[in-house]
T-cell receptor, first 113, second 117 residues
Framework: DAKTTQPNSMESNEEEPVHLPCNHSTISGTDYIHWYRQLPSQGPEYVIHGLTSNVNNRMASLAIAEDRKSSTLILHRATLRDAAVYYCILMNAGGTSYGKLTFGQGTILTVHP | DTGVSQDPRHKITKRGQNVTFRCDPISEHNRLYWYRQTLGQGPEFLTYFQNEAQLEKSRLLSDRFSAERPKGSFSTLEIQRTEQGDSAMYLC???????????????FGPGTRLTVL
């Protein structure tokens, strides 16, 4: 599986935008970029995914570099409930991984009131 | 509640005992996954079921571990002769997946925290 690199931790203030980076320089053409987050004492939850184009949903936006070697998860207005570990994961749609997720260390996001 | 449920939420056992965990996925989901998470680490894949068939097992799943999904609905994960190194959070996830589906959003349960004394 292609690997991702994320900062260990980031901090933000409440109601400010947060940009969480992810590097994936060995991404293949059929790898989708997925983001999950894990709130304290909970299982992970899906945030967003994309292939080439930028994506928006009710939770966040995903900005994908033109060469696809990096991406950024954008939380437009952080709230205290967004404090979590954020995981950037590559998933090969054409492989036989059956959708299993390969988690890295993730980025611990701290949101200050 | 129609999400993924796991039972028990916490389990404390003595080294050498056997333990069994249960996962009830979202009812229409055909895919079921087990992951293990130790403190400060991301979850690690253990095994995967498509309906009742176990299609992939991680090298992490030693012969002391066995998982079943007998009728393609709930699943059990059994650990025999537990060791202190088995202490972890065991997470179950389910999804609706089929060939050609663009993505495969997984829904996770709250996990079972195992402590082996």
């Amino acid at each position: 599986d292609a690997k991702t690199t994320q900062p260990n931790s980031m901090e933000s203030n409440e109601e400010e935008p947060v940009h969480l980076p992810c590097n994936h320089s060995t991404i293949s053409g059929t790898d989708y970029i997925h983001w999950y987050r894990q709130l304290p004492s909970q299982g992970p939850e899906y945030v967003i995914h994309g292939l080439t184009s930028n994506v928006n949903n009710r939770m966040a936006s995903l900005a994908i570099a033109e060469d696809r070697k990096s991406s950024t998860l954008i939380l437009h207005r952080a709230t205290l409930r967004d404090a979590a570990v954020y995981y950037c994961i590559l998933m090969n749609a054409g492989g036989t991984s059956y959708g299993k997720l390969t988690f890295g260390q993730g980025t611990i996001l701290t949101v200050h009131p | 509640d129609t999400g993924v449920s796991q039972d028990p939420r916490h389990k404390i056992t003595k080294r050498g005992q056997n333990v069994t965990f249960r996962c009830d996925p979202i009812s229409e989901h055909n895919r079921l996954y087990w992951y293990r998470q130790t403190l400060g680490q991301g979850p690690e894949f253990l095994t995967y079921f498509q309906n009742e068939a176990q299609l992939e097992k991680s090298r992490l799943l030693s012969d002391r571990f066995s998982a079943e999904r007998p009728k393609g609905s709930f699943s059990t994960l059994e650990i025999q002769r537990t060791e202190q190194g088995d202490s972890a959070m065991y997470l179950c996830a389910s999804s609706l997946g089929y060939a050609g589906l663009e993505y495969n959003e997984q829904f996770f349960g709250p996990g079972t925290r195992l402590t082996v004394l």
